[in-house]
């Protein structure tokens, strides 16, 4: 594990704490260069005025970075994760673990970096929770992508639907490695019945970023519909979300 560079001293400020108070807070280890202070506002009004679209990743990560580390120069972080990790939503939802082992990451920017990335996937659980699935299928498709596009690792989850296919309960079945994710359909019917679930939409992640499904998911998605059909649940769909696309196994005749 790198070492964290002295040059980054981590306070993170209130959450709800207003400019002013920031300021203040931030005043009392030394003030903020004139600099780093007027490009951060800069930052900010670009994004006030304009919205996130525009920004760059390293710049929407600097707005992040700029709370955990009020007084320094944070570009050159926001680099740094970038080349670890590629982008945006993949620097913000990798683990913990992985974060500390890039120079300058302390526990102020992870839990800075857990926060937006929960407040991600609130947001787009909210837009299909306790919603009628089928109507709503793009919403759906974002929600997974925006809570599972990125891991590193493998994760399966089962989405549980009433008679009207409205979306009761979001399992997360199991994880797994980069390339596998061990699923017992036992226990994604078990579950069904004890929420009284009409039917299902199995998904999981292929962290390569390519969502072609292997032979294992094939069968895997076949062995949970025939548990399945014995208690009269349906299987609407299985979703393999990739880094920017996804493949629907129904509508690509796999089952």
């Keep these: 594990m790198n070492q964290q560079p002295s040059s980054f001293n981590e306070s993170a400020l209130p959450l709800f704490a207003d400019r002013d108070d920031a300021r203040e807070l931030a005043g009392v280890a030394g003030r903020q260069p004139s600099y780093l202070r007027d490009h951060r506002e ?3 009004t670009r994004l006030m005025q304009g919205g996130a679209q525009p920004l760059p990743d390293y710049e929407l990560l600097e707005l992040v970075l700029f709370r955990a580390i009020p007084r320094q120069d944070v570009k050159p972080l926001a680099h740094r994760l970038l080349q670890t990790f590629g982008d945006f939503g993949r620097v913000v939802s990798a683990s913990p673990a992985r974060l500390r082992e890039v ?4 526990e102020a920017v992870i839990q800075e970096f857990k926060i937006v990335e929960a407040s991600a996937q609130r947001l787009a659980r909210s837009r ?11 919403a759906l498709i974002d929600y997974c992508h925006t809570a599972m596009a990125h891991r590193e690792t493998e994760q399966f989850r089962t989405l549980y639907l009433d008679r009207k296919n409205v979306l009761i309960a979001d399992q997360e079945q199991a994880q797994g490695t980069i390339d596998h994710v061990p699923v017992y359909p036992r ?8 929420l009284n679930a009409s039917a299902l939409i199995l998904v999981h992640n292929h962290p390569s970023g390519d ?8 069968a895997m998605t076949r062995q949970i519909e025939q548990a399945a059909t014995v ?5 609407h769909d299985h979703l393999i979300i990739g880094k920017s696309t996804e493949i629907s196994l129904r509508s690509a005749g796999y089952f």
């Design 187 to 194: 226990e994604v019917v078990k579950r069904a019945l004890e």
């Design 42 to 44: 800069r930052l900010r």
């Design 103 to 106: 120079s300058g990451v302390g």
């Design 231 to 235: 208690f009269g649940i349906v299987v």
């Design 211 to 218: 969502p072609t499904p292997s032979e294992a998911d094939i």
């Design 128 to 138: 299909v929770i306790n919603r009628p699935v089928l109507s709503s299928w793009q």
